[in-house]
């Protein structure tokens, strides 16, 4: 597949453009869950495995940003 095809807008609201970074990061990990589903589903074992890992880390990443803001 070409590059062009994983395009990124940054400047599409829909996929977090101007949110917080805890919003994106929540956002990062339901698309990430919705994937794992789909790979879980398949069986294809490693691909959930790591897929559920990074949906963790978003979501850690997540509570670490709504923690900052609680902060400030």
């Known amino acids: 597949m070409a590059d062009e095809d ?3 807008d940054q400047d599409d609201e829909d996929v977090g453009g101007g949110d917080s970074a805890e919003e ?3 956002y990062i ?3 990430i869950a919705s994937l794992a589903f789909l790979a879980r ?3 294809l074992d490693l691909l959930t495995y ?5 949906r963790v880390e ?4 997540a509570r670490q940003s709504e923690t900052a ?4």
């Open 29 to 31: 990990a339901d698309m």
């Open 58 to 61: 978003a979501e850690m990443q």
């Open 24 to 26: 994106t990061a929540r």
């Open 6 to 8: 994983f395009s990124y």
């Open 41 to 43: 589903d398949a069986r």
């Open 50 to 54: 790591l897929l559920d890992m990074a």
């Open 69 to 72: 803001c609680d902060e400030d």
